[in-house]
């Protein structure tokens, strides 16, 4: 099995990028001397060593410029290419062949990436280290070893360090690029709870891929030299390990090995021992024969090879009950009673008081009590919270108890209708306030007593300049459901309490959130963020650590107040259970979800029916489409049921019967009156494993539930396969045992969501708003993200799909060279696309088209679905009672609904892979941009995967159009430009301390347990 001459080829790409980034900063050294001459160089001020050594070094930017050079055509570039490149064999002695005519399109354009890519981590190096000594000759008692790198600042070396390409895993290859966009960063304490065993074709990447950091860690060894930084430098990411001590080294290989021993597929373990102790040096790599279907252990480069036997038997099990340990915080009523009492105590002392207690402690009835004792004494209350139903529960509370409230909501809402093209109007009172941050600046002015809700987002559109207001007019403000509010409602409430923390001015501050599982990771942060000036950025953090305090309780201060926070925890007993189920058609067969649970609890005397009978069953399913689709199911077959999500506001009161809702669920609804939980994936191919960074939302679905001793309650993960041979039924079930086991139950394992503080108004849309009775044409950004969903969810309730078909020519503006692997362009101006169309299809459904879309359009939960619609196609009902069939309803709603032209390019950007594929046969599933976790939770951000063909280059790939309203704003004079916003979090992603950077191992298939 020969070296792949294009894996070099690329490989030395990359080096060359790199090398030519930190060209005004690196030196290299002339044959016959080493890392020690270099130092004695800088302290003697040896000109005439470093001067030689920094032009050498020089080389590389005229190489790199010379091959990227614009305006050349496709035969001068291969040319150029082949030629820089053989200069590199022959004076590298590099052993592979270079032939200009067997280089394909895809291939050039991989290589100019690739030095693209390496040049954009040379700079990004060059802002942490000073000075760099590249090919650094490092003597040791049996020669030199030669790492990519030492870093110095000044005169001390600060790094050593190796540049990694790293191609194709999970089966993956240059077919296939999506694979290129599929790192993340992992800690090692995150990655000893996550482990698990995989496939042998996921265990060769992450084999290969940890061999990088053994290798790095081998030189730190050699050169030794403390304390000293190891860096691996791969294209799509840097990792920064630090080595305090020679024993630091030790410390790492340990874990390395520990966790690619738990990992390893139990077919290789008869040689465990050759391929761990091959590990030390980052020498050793797996390779996969194609030709035999075999794979290969090698010590080094050039040997025989060991060969391992790999059972890929399929697995026969799909479903099963889940062992769990007994729960720990048990007895509800006496936590309930601790955490009333500390609560109550806590709001006399403090200023700012986190209350992070789990589910079912009673966190919203305190502050409601207290809520109330302070509008009794003549005070004012703000409750903020993200969803109108909580706000309505609330106000329902409060005003039992005699309580004075006003729930804030905007008056105004947008009506489309189509003429040539979509047009919006805004319906609102042509006198007085109609928007919801007014109507709450107004409310609170009064001098009236009283609690005013207002959501999440009408607080966010606040201007910072009335935040001295709401302080100076309340006396008590909470925030409920904190972390999940959603990004910019996070941003907009940490900068409030920056200004809250330098003058309270009286005023006390609540946040309710059980998502916050940890202390060591809010506090500090939340004392960041309070403490600085201007922009602040914490990136996505994962902490295993034990809180063993119960209740836990840090108190600190921050600028002029005293903030505390604190948990106490609480246990219900659950029985958990998964199952992998394969789905074939639009929507899951819910005959087949049914009897697969039905099958589950029987087996624990349980009677699934009966208790669907009585609406005790809970479904969480993340896609409104299915949650419609299954509560139809479940309705026609005699179960009362209740949809929840976002668009539906309902009371405790109201939900009755089975339960089918969104991670709506997770916000202030009661299942208390339930005794089973279904969690169905959003859809097929979902890993939840791969999803992690959501689990506070499982987790406090869960807790709704409740649960005592003698009637346990029971929890069922379904997961939905699709096509893909590798993710059968019976390896979902193998990953959600592992994600069950590992990280939902283990409450050592907390999570942060990325969060930022100050720096103007990043995701509040400025300028533009519209004028009651005022009309604009909609941009094809705004109508998939405000209205195409809602049609969708209609006419897949009604048996039809729905789908946008489009292809758009842009102008782009230059790549904004983020430090993440795409291409990043906003569309620049806005287009007119003549070619929009929203095709609409029959499904094979067993009912009556036509008599089921009238159904649809007279039921109440698709009411503002079916208003959209009636608007839009305003001779809906007369189609409805003339056509013959299904198809010619569907071409007649097509025509109706297709514009003559559409406005596109407003607010989005364009994000393509630097990896380009051979080719495009379909657009990846659940590929997900970098910047989605800095959007987590906002409503108005949408990412729509297409496929982009840059005829130029001959070359096509997959890419995400990403749409939210900042990314076409004007920059404001106290804002930051998002640019430069984004880019500050994404070098701060990049550059995290002690952090692996690998492939995503949770996408890897088991094949055993």
């Not at 996969?288 to 010590?299: A, L």
């Not at 088209?849 to 109440?860: S, T, W, Y």
């Amino acid at each position: 099995m020969k070296e792949n001459p294009l894996t070099v080829l690329y490989g030395e790409a990359f080096e060359l990028g790199v090398k030519a980034g930190l060209a005004s900063k690196a030196y290299q050294l002339p044959d016959g001397y080493d890392v020690e001459d270099f130092e004695d160089a800088l302290l003697e001020g040896d000109d005439t060593l470093l001067e030689m050594a920094r032009e050498i070094a020089g080389e590389s930017l005229p190489l790199y410029n010379y091959v990227l050079e614009k305006g050349l055509d496709r035969d001068a570039r291969i040319s150029r290419i082949v030629e820089v490149f053989r200069k590199k064999q022959v004076k590298r002695a590099l052993k592979f062949s270079i032939d200009g005519s067997l280089l394909a399109n895809t291939d050039v354009a991989n290589i100019l990436s690739l030095l693209q890519m390496g040049y954009r981590t040379g700079k990004i190096l060059g802002e942490r280290y000073e000075t760099f000594l590249l090919e650094a000759p490092v003597g040791y008692s049996l020669g030199y070893l030669y790492p990519d790198f030492i870093a110095f600042n000044g005169r001390t070396p600060v790094a050593i360090g190796d540049f990694k390409v790293l191609f194709g895993y999970f089966d993956a290859d240059l077919t296939n690029v999506a694979w290129s966009v599929s790192f993340e960063t992992y800690s090692m304490e995150e990655l000893l709870t996550r482990v698990k065993r995989i496939s042998g074709y996921s265990f060769k990447t992450l084999y290969n891929a940890a061999g990088k950091y053994a290798k790095v860690l081998n030189y730190a060894r050699k050169f030794d030299r403390f304390p000293i930084e190891a860096v691996v430098v791969f294209p799509l990411g840097i990792s920064i390990l630090e080595l305090g001590s020679f024993s630091a080294i030790g410390e790492y290989y340990s874990k390395l090995l520990e966790l690619l021993e738990k990992m390893m597929p139990e077919s290789f373990m008869e040689h465990a021992r050759e391929i761990l102790d091959g590990f030390y040096t980052g020498n050793a790599f797996i390779k996969y024969d194609e030709t035999s279907g075999t794979f290969y252990f090698h010590k080094k480069s050039k040997d025989k090879g060991i060969q391992l036997r790999w059972d890929k038997r399929p697995i026969q099990q799909n479903m099963g009950h889940i062992k769990t340990p007994r729960p720990f915080y048990i007895g509800v009523m006496k936590r309930r009673l601790r955490h009333e009492k500390d609560l109550m105590k806590y709001l006399e002392e403090f200023d700012l008081i986190i209350d992070a207690s789990d589910q079912g402690a009673g966190k919203n009835y305190v502050f409601l009590r207290y809520a109330s004792d302070v509008v009794s004494n003549g005070g004012k209350v703000l409750f903020i919270s993200p969803r109108l139903h909580i706000l309505s529960e609330t106000k329902r509370k409060l005003e039992r108890n005699g309580i004075k409230t006003l729930l804030v909501s905007s008056s105004a809402r947008r009506k489309l209708k189509k003429r040539k093209t979509y047009v919006e109007t805004l319906e609102a009172p042509k006198t007085g306030t109609y928007q919801a941050s007014r109507k709450l600046l107004g409310s609170l002015r009064t001098e009236e007593p009283g609690v005013v809700l207002a959501t999440s987002q009408a607080f966010q559109y606040l201007n910072p300049g009335s935040w001295k207001s709401v302080l100076k007019y309340t006396d008590l403000v909470v925030f409920d459901e904190f972390t999940n509010s959603g990004a910019g409602a996070v941003e907009s409430t940490l900068s409030f309490l920056r200004t809250f923390s330098r003058n309270p001015r009286g005023t006390k501050v609540a946040i309710l959130d059980a998502s916050m599982t940890h202390p060591g990771l809010y506090v500090d942060t939340f004392k960041k963020h309070l403490s600085s000036r201007g922009m602040v950025y914490t990136p996505l953090e994962v902490l295993v650590s034990r809180v063993e305090e119960d209740p836990a309780v840090r108190e600190f201060k921050v600028n002029s107040i005293r903030a505390v926070y604190y948990r106490i925890h609480l246990d219900f007993p659950l029985e958990y259970y998964a199952m992998g189920l394969g789905v074939h058609s639009q929507i899951p067969d819910w005959n087949a979800v049914i009897a697969g649970a039905s099958e589950l609890l029987g087996e624990r005397e349980v009677n699934l029916e009966n208790l669907l009978k009585d609406g005790k069953v809970v479904f969480y399913v993340d896609n409104r489409l299915y949650v419609d689709d299954l509560t139809e199911f479940l309705v026609e077959r005699g179960y009362p049921t209740t949809p929840v999500h976002s668009e539906i506001g309902l009371s405790n009161e109201e939900l009755g019967g089975n339960v089918v809702g969104t991670s709506s669920l997770a916000f202030g609804v009661n299942l208390e009156n339930h005794d089973v939980l279904v969690f169905i994936s959003p859809y097929p191919g979902y890993r939840h494993d791969n999803n992690a960074y959501g689990i506070e939302l499982y987790r406090q679905v869960i807790k709704r539930l409740r649960g005592y001793e003698g009637g346990k309650k029971h929890v069922i993960f379904v997961g939905l396969t699709g096509n893909d041979e590798n993710y059968s039924e019976g390896v979902a079930y193998l990953s959600l045992v592992g994600f069950i086991r590992n990280l939902l139950l283990n409450r050592d394992f907390h999570i942060r969501l990325p969060m930022f503080s100050g720096g103007g108004r990043f995701f509040k849309p400025s300028g533009g708003n519209m004028k009651p009775g005022e009309s604009r044409e909609v941009s094809f950004e705004a109508f998939m993200r405000d209205y195409y969903p809602s049609l969708k969810r209609l006419f897949m309730a009604s048996g039809f799909s729905l789908r946008p078909v489009f292809k758009f020519e842009f102008a782009l503006s230059e790549d904004w060279e983020l430090p993440v692997p795409f291409r990043v362009h906003r569309i620049t101006g806005e287009y007119v696309a003549n070619n929009f169309t929203l095709e609409v299809l029959p499904l094979r459904v067993q009912f009556d088209h036509v008599e089921r879309f009238q159904e649809v359009l007279a039921d109440r939960k698709y009411r503002r679905s079916a208003e959209l619609l009636r608007n839009l196609v305003p001779k809906i009902d007369e189609y409805l009672s003339s056509v013959k069939n299904e198809h010619e309803l569907a071409r007649k709603l097509e025509k109706a609904l297709r514009p003559s032209y559409i406005l596109a390019g407003y607010s989005s950007l364009l994000l393509v892979p630097f990896l380009y594929p051979l080719h495009v046969d379909e657009i990846p599933h659940g590929i997900d941009s970098p910047l989605k976790r800095l959007f987590f939770g906002e409503s108005r951000y949408t990412e729509i995967p297409v496929k982009v063909v840059e005829k130029d280059k001959g070359v096509e790939n997959f890419g995400i159009l990403a749409i939210h309203p900042v990314f076409g704003m004007t920059t404001g004079r106290r804002d930051v430009p998002v640019q430069e916003k984004l880019r500050m979090a994404m070098v701060e992603e990049r550059l995290r301390k002690n952090r692996f950077y690998l492939p995503n191992v949770w996408k890897g298939h088991d094949w055993r347990k």
